[in-house]
């Protein structure tokens, strides 16, 4: 697959829904959650958000793509 997510919550639902993320953080269900619904993954998390990526095979996830992702989003607020 080579679509990249638009947004941070398909992002999080392409490698597999708020519970995948946040057990691989490791991190409370809830607060993967509270991103999805704000639409913005905290930029100290996107190490382990390209590394669970690379390990669900979704391709193209890089620092930069978050960057420009988080700065796609902010214009749009």
Request: glycine content about 10%; overall charge positive.
């Amino acid at each position: 697959m080579t679509d990249l997510p638009d947004t941070p919550a398909d992002l999080i639902d392409r490698l597999g829904g708020t519970g995948a993320v946040a057990n691989y953080m490791p991190a409370p269900v809830g607060r993967v959650s509270a991103w999805k619904a704000r639409g913005s993954i905290p930029a100290r998390y996107w190490p382990q958000i390209v590394d669970l990526a690379k390990i669900r095979r979704v391709r193209g996830v890089t620092l930069d793509y978050l960057s420009r992702m988080h700065a796609a989003e902010g214009a749009a607020a």
